[in-house]
């Protein structure tokens, strides 16, 4: 794709929905963390589902280790490997409490040193908790990069890092979500909806159904 091409890309995103967000319900940088942890392989209505009543028995690390593993498994059993992901939702908590006085940080060495937290995952709350340019490559935003031709890679870090090389100064910090409602809505993996996307003049796919 042209950087001209790309920034049309963009600008009919961003027309189209100015302030994109997550659709993960949260109310400080910790939820977000515990939130985007159990969202892993699992949708984001799932999550909402279990941490709307999760979130107000146990809104912050100190209430979330109250509660313990075994209290934290029963509001998260309907999420897959809850099992797994209880434990570093615990894990993480008590790093945060134990090095950061319960904050998280806005840094990602910082919260890729958390259990459970892995790039992907520092760059979702680096982005949407702290308003940092960052992009995190999840399986929406791989399949839109390469089959658009915005940014091809073989690998989500290479996706990642093509995406920031040619994303616009101006863009870059709603990219994630706007590449990543794109992917779940439009831009579907088996039925894209061709006929209704808004960037298809700029999608370099061969496989554009007719509009």
Known sequence: MTPAACRHFYAA?????PEPRSELVYHSPYQLLVAVI????????????ATAALFRVAPDPASMLRLGLAGLKRYV????????????IIAATRLLVDRHAGQVPADRAALEALPGV??????????????????????????????TGLAPG?????????????TPAPFRLHAHH??????????????????????????????????
């Open 13 to 17: 995103l961003q027309a189209a929905n």
């Open 118 to 147: 892995g790039r992907k995952t520092a760059n979702v709350v680096l982005n949407a908790a702290f308003g940092q340019a960052t992009i995190a490559v999840d399986t929406h935003i791989f399949r839109v990069a390469n089959r």
């Open 154 to 166: 073989r690998t989500p870090r290479a996706v990642e890092d093509a995406l920031l090389a040619v």
């Open 178 to 211: 706007w590449l990543l409602l794109h992917g779940r809505y439009v831009c579907k993996a088996r039925r894209p909806d061709c006929a209704h996307c808004i960037v298809r003049r700029w999608c370099a796919w061969p496989g554009k159904t007719p509009p």
């Open 38 to 49: 159990l969202s892993a392989q699992a949708t984001d209505k799932s999550v909402n589902a």
């Open 77 to 88: 059993r309907t999420i897959g490997l809850y099992n797994a992901k209880a434990k570093h």
